[in-house]
């Protein structure tokens, strides 16, 4: 596979449930990015990892837990979510984290009943 | 902070007429890189066309192209010669240079629905 992968592609879980979303980059990038889109809102980045050490975590809730293994994958476990926290989840990569173009996955839709 | 505006929710073009999509940013860095993005049904985020600021030559890409206007902080999207898959969300960003943490700032986007 070329470029970024995200699975699953759609999620529909219950506010006690964990799970978790994956993201994987085949284009040899450094820096990986989870956003959120939310409908009516521009574009909120989540978390920055850069070399597989987190450099950005943008205000968000600890019920969403990043975790990068390497530089070419990264998580997002989730567990005990909000209705309001259904989205869809964009995972981004780049060649480095300073002003180089960002290569977006497929999204993650996720529900929260 | 520096914020990225596309005043325009809605567009819509006839099928091969050309469209021109609004954006406008604010910032006090000399160095940046500008973005447009394509966001169709698939939800699939695509780049279009990529800007330095650096450059005075606006940047093409086949049917599109873009006007940098960088002392009106201004880059507009044109896209000529429409066709129906352009039909999508567009979204203008923008992220300063350096070698630190610089991620993207995206503006609300704007729908552009092609008439066939």
């Known amino acids: 596979e070329t470029g970024v992968t995200q699975t699953p592609r759609h999620l529909v879980m219950g506010m006690t449930n964990k799970k978790s979303l994956k993201c994987e980059q085949h284009?040899?990038?450094?820096?990986m990015y989870w956003y959120k889109q939310s409908a009516k809102k521009p574009l909120e980045l989540m978390f920055v990892y850069n070399f597989k050490e987190q450099t950005e975590n943008n205000s968000v809730p600890s019920r969403f837990s990043p975790e990068c293994p390497n530089s070419s994958h990264l998580f997002l476990h989730l567990h005990t979510l909000q209705p309001e926290d259904s989205a869809l989840y964009l995972c981004a990569s780049s060649l480095r984290s300073g002003g180089d173009t960002q290569y977006f996955g497929p999204g993650t839709r996720l529900t929260v009943l | 902070a520096q914020t990225v505006t596309q005043s325009q929710p809605e567009m819509s073009v006839q099928e091969a007429e050309t469209v021109t999509l609004s954006c406008t940013y604010d910032?006090?860095?000399?160095?940046?890189?500008l973005f447009w993005y394509k966001q169709p049904p698939s939800r699939q985020m695509i780049l279009v066309i990529r800007?330095?600021?650096?450059?005075?030559q606006n940047a093409t890409e086949n049917r599109f192209s873009v006007n940098f206007q960088k002392a009106a902080k201004s880059f507009s999207l044109k896209i000529s010669d429409s066709q129906l898959g352009d039909a999508a969300m567009y979204f203008c960003a923008y992220t300063r240079e350096g070698s630190g943490n610089t991620p993207l700032v995206f503006g609300k986007g704007t729908r552009l629905s092609v008439i066939a």
């Open positions: 910032t006090s860095e000399s160095d940046y890189y």
């Open positions: 800007q330095e600021a650096y450059k005075q």
């Open positions: 284009l040899g990038h450094n820096a």
